[in-house]
């Protein structure tokens, strides 16, 4: 839902609103917030409250020596609105770029080496069954196993099911370990025996409820798209479907900043680490919220919370917040590093021709993936060279965190030569920690998110946004901030 421009807003309530956290979330609150006042002339004031000096959280762009390095996240999906639509209304739409389609398609390492995923492999769902047949990667009994779905009955969903346990039902154990596994533990850095179907990839089971199998639901939907759709292509995840500014994520968020700062009744406060919210009632009968940093403290009618939930539950002060804070605690995060480096392409044995490489658990190595970013997007290394960003850590080897940066980046290399046959040592590498970062949805997510919302029903002005609820990425972040601002904005 869009907020409405607003055209008259003498019998609109003032609002001062505090959002906190600046990264995607909390700006594309802000945005919303700020949008309705520029459009309507309504008066909200604004305040960010963030931690560090700079904007952006889990995005960070650097340049240097003509190589584009995304330290967190590098693209985002297109058929999800969030992204796009934040894109359209700062009037940067233009600035997304797809992915290049000279390279699009994924590798998986079988058995020590990096095999092609096969063509039109998606996710869980084999859309050319041919080129599954043809692949090495699994066994011809797991192939057969895979392939079998198809005549396998559908089982009406009863509630939620953990992704192994879906994908060992409907495809067997192999394509689990071997494709499964590592294509969405690429995205969730999960334990798939942990992991909610229904909070992650609620269109498998409503395939299988649809026409009883995966693939056969899939094969009926190909059919009537047409063959020609060119966001087929590929293999992975929907490759064709992502996009990317073309000064990488880090420019949007300049935008957005250059934006918010430009409008009137917006503060930064930054370098502000919120310690405490709790709430109080005001002289008109309201509830006022009090946001403490150090030793000021500060009121205002409504806040947005766009911490991850574990930290959300630490701020949150008083009785009344119990219930709440003990459901936002109960959500787990993962910690990951990134390793980003920069190479000669003529180092590697390999062609690297590819989005990247995924690595499944039962290969037994100590990295969880490598993007290949200046294959997947245009313009991010100098000709002849290339940026790698390779994924350590996750749910599955939460271990490796305890690792130093210089054992991180000894473990890349080592993974780097013996996949990939690199000859030389990178001429850059950096190391970036994200800790406790990664919501893990785990099986009866959904249920916890619904609590956490009846919760929040009961403290008007208090809006909880951000990765940890309703969605992992990138857009689902935007629009997590953009509802909590419209509900703010209905408060007037
Ligand atoms: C390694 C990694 C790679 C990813 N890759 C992708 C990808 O390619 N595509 C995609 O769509 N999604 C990706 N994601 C997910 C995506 O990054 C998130 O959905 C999104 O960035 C979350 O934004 P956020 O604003 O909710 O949180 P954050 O970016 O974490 O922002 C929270 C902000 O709050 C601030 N803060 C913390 N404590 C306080 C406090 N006490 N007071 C005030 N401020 C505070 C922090 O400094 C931070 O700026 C990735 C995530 C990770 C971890």
Request: no cysteine; aromatic share 0%.
């Given at each position: 839902m869009t907020a409405e421009p607003v055209n008259s807003d003498s019998d609109k309530r003032h609002l001062r609103v505090a959002v906190v956290g600046g990264g995607i979330t909390g700006l594309s609150a802000m945005h919303t917030l700020t949008r309705a006042v520029t459009r309507g002339g309504c008066p909200v004031e604004v305040t960010l409250f963030e931690a560090s000096r700079r904007l952006g959280g889990i995005i960070r762009t650097e340049e240097a020596d003509g190589f584009l390095m995304e330290l967190g996240p590098d693209s985002f999906i297109t058929n999800k609105p969030g992204g796009v639509r934040l894109c359209e209304e700062l009037g940067y739409a233009q600035q997304l770029i797809p992915t290049d389609s000279r390279f699009r398609r994924s590798l998986v390492l079988s058995r020590g080496r990096p095999q092609p995923v096969p063509d039109g492999f998606m996710l869980m769902v084999p859309e050319k069954p041919w080129s599954l047949v043809a692949?090495?990667?699994?066994s011809v009994a797991g192939r057969l196993r895979l392939l079998g779905e198809y005549f396998l009955p559908g089982r009406a969903p009863a509630g939620d099911e953990s992704l192994a346990s879906f994908v060992r039902r409907r495809f067997g154990r192999e394509a689990l370990d071997r494709l499964v596994q590592p294509l969405v533990g690429g995205i969730y850095t999960s334990d798939p025996e942990k992991l909610s179907l229904q909070a992650t990839l609620p269109r498998f089971p409503e395939m299988e409820a649809r026409s009883g199998s995966v693939i056969r639901d899939a094969l009926r939907q190909k059919k009537r798209a047409g063959s020609a759709d060119p966001q087929r292509s590929g293999s992975g995840a929907r490759y064709g479907l992502f996009a990317a500014p073309r000064r990488g994520l880090g420019d949007l968020v300049a935008t957005l900043e250059q934006r918010l700062r430009a409008t009137s009744g917006v503060r930064f406060q930054m370098g502000s680490a919120i310690q405490s919210i709790s709430s109080q009632p005001s002289q008109q009968g309201r509830t006022e919220w009090c946001v403490q940093t150090g030793d000021k403290k500060q009121v205002f009618d409504a806040v947005v919370l766009t911490l991850p939930t574990w930290l959300a539950a630490q701020v949150?002060?008083?009785?009344?917040f119990n219930d709440l804070r003990q459901h936002l605690r109960a959500i787990e995060y993962a910690s990951s590093a990134i390793v980003v480096s920069g190479h000669q392409l003529s180092d590697f044995r390999d062609r690297m021709e590819a989005f990247g490489l995924v690595v499944p658990a039962c290969e037994r190595r100590q990295i969880l993936a490598v993007s290949f970013s200046s294959r997947k997007f245009e313009g991010r290394a100098p000709a002849g060279q290339i940026v790698l960003r390779t994924f350590l850590g996750g749910a599955m080897q939460p271990e490796l965190m305890e690792r130093s940066d210089e054992e991180l980046l000894a473990i890349v290399n080592t993974e780097l030569q013996q996949i990939f046959g690199m000859s030389q040592e990178p001429i850059f590498a950096e190391v970036m920690r994200y800790d406790r970062a990664m919501p893990q949805y785990h099986v009866g997510h959904l249920d916890r998110v619904a609590a956490i919302e009846r919760g929040l029903a009961q403290h008007a002005g208090l809006q909880l946004a951000g990765s940890g609820y309703r969605g992992v990425g990138i857009p689902d972040s935007i629009d997590s901030g953009r509802e909590a601002a419209e509900r703010i904005l209905a408060l007037r």
């Open positions: 692949s090495p990667v699994l949150l002060q008083g009785p009344q």
